[in-house]
């Protein structure tokens, strides 16, 4: 049992699964910035789990993602452990350092090429992504890998059509399967949940709890003075006010 496989698979925090060579086993994948994690990644990723039947679904932060070259990205740490404690209560969920782990750039075709050869023949793999990612997808790197190594799922996203995903993956030259998913549609985007944070606005109910506790405790998102509880705010108002009377 204790093989370099199995240690590679403890290494990067990644499920066991495939022991039972009768079964075919299901495992989601959602890949991402997770800049920060949101309540649109996760109700995504439950659907997923729910209407495809999965196993598991493994959230796995890019490591130094292939189209964010030209952006500011928090580190792999952080963005890891903001995963990691908003997937912690759902048992369908689990978080990987497999992307973070890995040196360079990280494209998801190498990431599923290092999976395939990490499991056996009877795990399948299922890359869910948002209605903006799958239309991306055709031009991403070894796109004809991606299509032959994992079935895909595509979320419906407020603000893109899927039926603009639908054309371009029929229109690829690659046998793309895809399942289309209706999810709940939350409006939500790390690009908003970043902005809200810089500007001391709420991000409750938009992420869990620990996601907020963890981007405080650690000033994430320029998160300084402006991020406080409007109580505490009016107290340094007024504090200001009394130092200034003085
Ligand atoms: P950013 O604004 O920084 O691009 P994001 O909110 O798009 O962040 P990503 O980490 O880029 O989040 O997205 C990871 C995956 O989750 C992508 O496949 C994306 O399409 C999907 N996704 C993101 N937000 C939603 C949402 N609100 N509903 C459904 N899918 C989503
Ligand atoms: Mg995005």
Request: hydrophobic content about 40%; aromatic content about 10%.
């Amino acid at each position: 049992m204790d093989t370099a496989t199995d240690r590679a698979i403890e290494m990067f925090d990644l499920p066991h699964l495939g022991q039972d060579p009768a079964h075919t086993y299901r495992l989601g994948i959602m890949g991402g910035t997770f800049d920060p994690i949101h309540n649109g990644h996760l109700v995504a990723a439950e659907q997923a789990y729910d209407d495809l039947g999965l196993d598991l679904v493994v959230f796995m932060p890019a490591g130094n993602p292939a189209f964010k070259q030209d952006k500011r990205v928090t580190s792999g740490e952080d963005r890891y452990a903001m995963t990691l404690l908003a997937t912690s209560d759902n048992p369908h969920f689990t978080a990987s350092r497999f992307e973070i782990d890995r040196d360079g750039v990280t494209y998801t075709a190498d990431t599923l090429r290092l999976l395939h050869g990490l499991y056996p023949d009877n795990v399948a793999f299922f890359f869910i992504t948002g209605a903006d990612a799958i239309a991306d997808i055709v031009t991403w790197r070894d796109a004809g890998d991606i299509a032959r190594l994992a079935h895909l799922v595509a979320a419906t996203r407020p603000g893109y059509d899927l039926s603009y995903a639908r054309r371009v993956i029929e229109g690829s030259a690659y046998d793309f399967d895809v399942t289309y998913l209706e999810v709940p549609a939350l409006a939500i985007s790390s690009t908003d949940l970043r902005e809200r944070a810089e500007l001391g606005q709420s991000l409750r109910y938009l992420t869990p709890d620990s996601v907020i506790g963890y981007i405080r405790k650690h000033g994430l998102y320029d998160v300084g003075d402006a991020f406080q509880a409007p109580m505490q705010r009016d107290r340094a108002k007024m504090e200001l006010t009394s130092d200034e009377r003085d």
